[in-house]
């Protein structure tokens, strides 16, 4: 038998499918996303912890649009901010997929996590875009790739870390948002198997001469990934990496302003647009809050400069 799951729709902010019980707990979880995102959504984590200790196992259903749905644990502390409604979802990319819909390009989601952002570049609202999920963790791939299905399998799926050099690294953390490469074992993690971005190239999954858009968000292996993509930057290609508010010498874009070409740009949403930034010094009033991940975009290639300054 086929397991059905409880479906908040987004658009409506209706619930199908849940019972009073779990009707009743999304409601708690929706107020306190509301309530949380007025202080960065300090202790938003811990209160959905509680809740799902209530309900363990249980998954549920976000409808993005009619027809992209991302599932996810219910009550999961990261995710479950897709509740509330306060606030866009790292708007800073969402802004750039939507103004660059009219394109054509390939999506390298790199530190796919469930695939929130492969769900939506492949639907028809942000271009039905090419996409390659790719993913660490097993028991996190598991669920992106449950989303690809759950999508008509319109996106590709590689279980893989991304870095430096193609080989073998340890995954550590217990956190599906917050995992880490080491290179020592630990009773907790798990060895998976590493490519470079470049190697996408080689294998067929990124096409020669095609424009691609990678989002890094590989928890602290940025840096590494671009070290192992010197072809693809080359080339009609723009980056969009995490650079956490928690670090305040802002290390993935000072590396990219001091030791590689590419041009910086940062959404600033009090100007309402993406800023060229020639100094690391401007993100101190961009980055906000310490507890989450900014977006900086990183370009050698006058078709996405175009685009970004547009």
């Given at each position: 038998m086929t397991a059905t799951y409880p479906q908040f729709d987004s658009a409506t902010g209706t619930i199908h499918g849940a019972t009073p019980f779990e009707w009743t707990l999304l409601r708690a979880i929706q107020l306190g996303a509301r309530i949380s995102a007025l202080w960065g959504y300090r202790g938003f984590g811990a209160c959905c912890r509680i809740l799902q200790r209530l309900i363990p196992g249980r998954a549920f259903t976000v409808m993005l649009a009619h027809d992209t749905a991302f599932r996810f644990p219910f009550a999961d502390g990261y995710w479950s901010m897709l509740f509330g409604g306060a606030e866009i979802y790292e708007p800073e990319i969402e802004g750039f997929l939507k103004r660059t819909s009219g394109e054509k390009y390939t999506l390298v989601d790199c530190g796919a996590n469930y695939g929130y952002w492969s769900v939506l570049a492949s639907g028809p609202r942000y271009g039905s875009q090419r996409v390659v999920a790719i993913e660490p963790a097993s028991d996190t791939f598991t669920i992106l790739k449950s989303n690809a299905v759950l999508n008509g399998n319109r996106f590709a799926c590689i279980r893989m870390a991304v870095g430096a050099r193609s080989g073998r690294v340890h995954l550590s953390g217990y956190k599906h948002e917050a995992r880490a490469v080491t290179d020592a074992d630990d009773i907790d993690g798990e060895n998976v198997g590493m490519l470079t971005l470049d190697s996408l190239?080689?294998?067929?999954?990124?096409?020669?001469?095609?424009?691609?858009?990678?989002?890094?968000?590989?928890?602290?292996?940025?840096?590494?990934?671009?070290?192992?993509?010197?072809?693809?930057?080359?080339?009609?290609?723009?980056?969009?990496?995490?650079?956490?508010?928690?670090?305040?010498?802002?290390?993935?874009?000072?590396h990219i302003l001091e030791k590689t070409p590419l041009k910086l740009f940062c959404y600033d949403l009090v100007l309402g647009r993406f800023e060229n930034i020639t100094n690391v010094a401007a993100l101190d009033r961009i980055k906000r809050f310490r507890n989450r991940g900014y977006n900086v975009f990183a370009t050698a290639s006058p078709y996405w400069e175009a685009r970004l300054r547009a």
């Amino acid at each position: 038998m086929t397991a059905t799951y409880p479906q908040f729709d987004s658009a409506t902010g209706t619930i199908h499918g849940a019972t009073p019980f779990e009707w009743t707990l999304l409601r708690a979880i929706q107020l306190g996303a509301r309530i949380s995102a007025l202080w960065g959504y300090r202790g938003f984590g811990a209160c959905c912890r509680i809740l799902q200790r209530l309900i363990p196992g249980r998954a549920f259903t976000v409808m993005l649009a009619h027809d992209t749905a991302f599932r996810f644990p219910f009550a999961d502390g990261y995710w479950s901010m897709l509740f509330g409604g306060a606030e866009i979802y790292e708007p800073e990319i969402e802004g750039f997929l939507k103004r660059t819909s009219g394109e054509k390009y390939t999506l390298v989601d790199c530190g796919a996590n469930y695939g929130y952002w492969s769900v939506l570049a492949s639907g028809p609202r942000y271009g039905s875009q090419r996409v390659v999920a790719i993913e660490p963790a097993s028991d996190t791939f598991t669920i992106l790739k449950s989303n690809a299905v759950l999508n008509g399998n319109r996106f590709a799926c590689i279980r893989m870390a991304v870095g430096a050099r193609s080989g073998r690294v340890h995954l550590s953390g217990y956190k599906h948002e917050a995992r880490a490469v080491t290179d020592a074992d630990d009773i907790d993690g798990e060895n998976v198997g590493m490519l470079t971005l470049d190697s996408l190239i080689d294998d067929g999954h990124i096409g020669t001469g095609e424009k691609t858009v990678v989002k890094l968000d590989v928890e602290g292996l940025e840096i590494a990934a671009l070290a192992g993509s010197r072809r693809l930057l080359e080339s009609d290609c723009v980056v969009i990496c995490e650079d956490h508010g928690s670090d305040r010498n802002h290390t993935v874009s000072r590396h990219i302003l001091e030791k590689t070409p590419l041009k910086l740009f940062c959404y600033d949403l009090v100007l309402g647009r993406f800023e060229n930034i020639t100094n690391v010094a401007a993100l101190d009033r961009i980055k906000r809050f310490r507890n989450r991940g900014y977006n900086v975009f990183a370009t050698a290639s006058p078709y996405w400069e175009a685009r970004l300054r547009a």
